[in-house]
């Protein structure tokens, strides 16, 4: 599937990615800290948790991010947006009707018109 400037492919670095990571981090140093409050030294247990608290403490107040569902909602957006690059590049008979369609979004002009564009220089 080309690529459309501007659009980062998932897993190499955009937001979604950079989110999904975060909160996979803090799943992880959760769990942790469950194991070492379960198994660990109190200085074990002190670690855990601080590692858990920093985690945490970036996405509350750095992120702004007080529910995951934003980040999963982020991560499919990015998904969808590379289904849509590849139907528009691969399928040239939809891609004039999913432009359109695109179109008809006020936020998803300029990226209508990106799609639009880099189709053009591959043909």
């Known amino acids: ?23 996979e981090l803090a799943d992880s140093a959760r769990r942790a800290r469950q194991i070492a ?27 702004d991010i007080t529910s995951v569902t934003p980040v999963y909602l982020s991560s499919m957006t990015a998904a969808l947006a590379h289904v849509v690059q ?10 004039a009707d999913v432009l359109a369609m695109m179109r008809q979004h006020t936020a998803l002009v300029e990226l209508a018109d990106k799609l639009a564009t880099r189709t053009q220089e591959q043909q």
């Open 1 to 23: 599937m080309a690529e459309v400037p501007g659009v980062t492919p998932p897993g190499e670095g955009d937001a979604a990615d950079t989110m999904t990571r975060i909160v």
């Open 37 to 63: 409050d379960a198994t660990g030294t109190a200085q074990t247990k002190a670690r855990a948790q601080a590692a858990e608290l920093a985690v945490l403490n970036i996405l509350v107040k750095r992120l």
């Open 86 to 95: 590849g139907i528009v590049s691969e399928r040239p008979e939809t891609r």
